[in-house]
């Protein structure tokens, strides 16, 4: 399993400096679109590409998910965050990416007509991105109601009817959820469809981004039964805090 980690978490914009310290520490980057679209004179996709040959970093993606729902019933919202996504595959495929990471939508409330309607949009929606430019591992969210995608049924469901995606378990989203027994319930339902990982650590209070170990999450007894390509920890701190999670996690796995 080849470890990436995220130069936002990292709190590394300077696109050079996280280049060196991924090659540094042989990881490779998960390189968050958003920040593409919102920093002017950042890079395009080839010279992107050529960044990371010339340190020898793999990258992934993390497609756009700030102020964007793919879900949405505004069909001018829809529209825009449709575009935003297309345009983050192709960047995703301009990079070389090994994969890319997409949320699922939001709903403003769960009343039964607008879920109904927010599923359809969210449904067409994968629909439209295909064919694919790169593998798409679709992320567990559920932090809250107003995610459109509730539990590991439901995200079941949704790749059951989408075989071309896969499946990202962030770790932290699926502790906060419902703590070991809910990680370890997306794990029995979609292991076959793992594809991406997203590791950090919590207490189970919110979505805190800390290093492996620091939080309440047991990884000795959540280990995959197949273990993905890619894994990628959105950790907060930069050196020590990224070989110590990388060092526990091996621990805790023994890989």
Known sequence: ?????????????????????AAELEMGLELPFDLFEAVPGLPGAGEVRALARRYGVELTVHLPFADLNLASLFPKSYRVALERTRDGLAFAEGVGARVAVLHTGSVPVRHPLVLEAAWARMEEALSTLRPLPVPVAVENLALDERDLVQGPDELGRLL???????????????????GEARVAAYLDRLGDRLLHLHVNDTPGDRDRHLPVGEGGIPYRRLKPPRLPETATFEVRGQGPALVASQERLRAAWDI
Not at 13 to 20: S, V
């Open 1 to 21: 399993m080849r470890f990436f980690f995220s130069p936002i978490d990292a709190e590394l914009l300077d696109l050079e400096a996280a280049f060196q310290l």
């Open 160 to 178: 059951d009817r989408f075989p071309e995606y896969g499946f990202c378990l962030d770790f932290s989203h699926a502790f906060v959820e419902g």
